[in-house]
Every structure is written in structure tokens, then in C-alpha cells.
């Protein structure tokens, strides 16, 4: 009866760890190309393991000048599951191609497969922001442009 018990805890804590992960935060030792996939990532799977979850993470990867025109967080929310950005949410596969970069600026052709098989092609773009505080030196999305369709997977 104890090792059930034991078991039974140690279930609990792992789900409860698993249920709450954490966001990854910005910080200068990650890459352009790994702020989009950070991203697109977290869009793919909004809901995992709470709902807009991976909102949140996209949010935390916007450049604080973005995140002034498009804030706060609730309206980024309804932004992105809008008409313009809702094919981004729960994705089911997306390929990022590097098409500039230097060290301060690196854009991406990202194509989108959305969850009803259509595909869309964004250019994504991030910069190196050169602020004060923790931000400072970090990569962060200034730009995603509306989505272009290219059709069906079928």
C-alpha cells in the first residue's frame, strides 16, 4: 500500500511539473533562427499544455517596440487568432528558410502547413535589441508579414 502511495505522489508531481512548463524567456545566447522555431513551436502546440500557452511564448520572443503596437498580451491574443494569423495556431508542420542575415537583422521565409492542410508563407523577421535591461543583446521578432496562400496539400 505504501509503494502505491509513493507511486501515486510521484505521478502527481510529474504530471503537475509537465502541466505548468515553463516559457522560455529571451536571452542573448539564442539564435535567430531559433527565436522563429521557439515560436512557431509554441503556435503549433497554442494549447499544450494550457490554452494559449504558445501565445504566450510568442509574446515573450516580440520585440518591446511590437509589443507596444500589438499589446497588451489579450489583444495580441485576438490578433493572432484572427483572420490574419489564425492558420498559425495549432499548425501541423511549418519550414523556416534563412533569406537574410547580418548581426543585427535576419528575415525568414517560414511556410506554414495549417491544421486543414492548406499551406501559407510568411516572411518573419527578427533583430538584436539594443536596449538596456535583460533584453539587451537578444534576438526578437520585429515583423511578421500577413500570410500569403499557396494551396492546398491535397
Excluded at 483572420?83 to 535576419?106: G, P, Q, R, T, W
Aim: glycine share 6%; proline share 5%; charged share 25%.
Amino acid at each position: 500500500m505504501r509503494i502505491l502511495i509513493k507511486l501515486f505522489i510521484l505521478v502527481f508531481f510529474l504530471k503537475t511539473t509537465i502541466l505548468y512548463a515553463d516559457i522560455i524567456k529571451p536571452n542573448n545566447g539564442i539564435e535567430p533562427y531559433q527565436v522563429v522555431k521557439i515560436q512557431l513551436r509554441g503556435l503549433m502546440e497554442n494549447d499544450k499544455p494550457k490554452i494559449d500557452i504558445g501565445i504566450e511564448q510568442t509574446w515573450e520572443f516580440a520585440h518591446p517596440e511590437n509589443q507596444k503596437y500589438t499589446g497588451p498580451l489579450e489583444n495580441f491574443k485576438s490578433m493572432i487568432k484572427g483572420e490574419s494569423f489564425s492558420m498559425l495556431i495549432n499548425h501541423l508542420d511549418h519550414k523556416v528558410v534563412e533569406v537574410y542575415s547580418d548581426d543585427k537583422v535576419a528575415t525568414f521565409e517560414v511556410t506554414v502547413l495549417d491544421k486543414d492542410k492548406n499551406y501559407y508563407k510568411f516572411k518573419w523577421q527578427v533583430e538584436k535589441y539594443l536596449g538596456d535591461g535583460p533584453l539587451n543583446n537578444c534576438w526578437l521578432t520585429t515583423g511578421v508579414s500577413n500570410p500569403v496562400s499557396t494551396g492546398s496539400s491535397i
